[in-house]
């Protein structure tokens, strides 16, 4: 069963789980005040997620790169960053929705 899953690419692949597994190391180090490690355990995350290839990707994704660039932004004061960050985001969430564009985070248009 655990082959079948990793050929289709299901939620029991292994960058679903690994991908997870940085997400909540992330949010688990930012709450405990090791700032400087959420990012990167974020970015981890993201790119595990990006190994999925497929649309179901997006969301944990999108979700991963948000939510370090809250922690770069809002707690580290790195809202360069941070924006840089959301900006890639967007745009590949936009891609990945064939060009449709919802409500803008950074409040820009």
């Known amino acids: ?5 990793e050929a289709d690419g299901g ?3 292994s960058w679903f ?14 709450p405990a005040g090791c700032l400087e490690g959420a990012p990167p355990a974020a970015e981890l995350a993201v790119t595990a997620y990006e190994a999925g290839g ?4 997006e969301r944990p994704r999108g979700e991963a790169a948000r939510f370090a660039a809250v922690i770069e932004g809002g707690s ?3 809202t360069d ?4 960050r959301l900006a890639a ?5 936009e891609r990945a929705r064939g060009g ?10």
Do not use: C, F, Y
Request: net charge positive; proline share 4%; glycine share 8%.
């Open 1 to 5: 069963m655990w082959e079948k899953a």
């Open 11 to 13: 939620p029991s692949a």
């Open 17 to 30: 789980h690994t991908g997870a597994l940085h997400d909540e190391r992330a949010r688990v180090l930012a």
């Open 54 to 57: 497929n649309a179901d990707v």
């Open 76 to 78: 580290l004061g790195r």
């Open 81 to 84: 960053t941070a924006r840089t």
């Open 89 to 93: 985001a967007i745009q590949r969430r």
């Open 100 to 109: 449709r564009r919802g409500r803008d985070p950074l409040g820009a248009r």
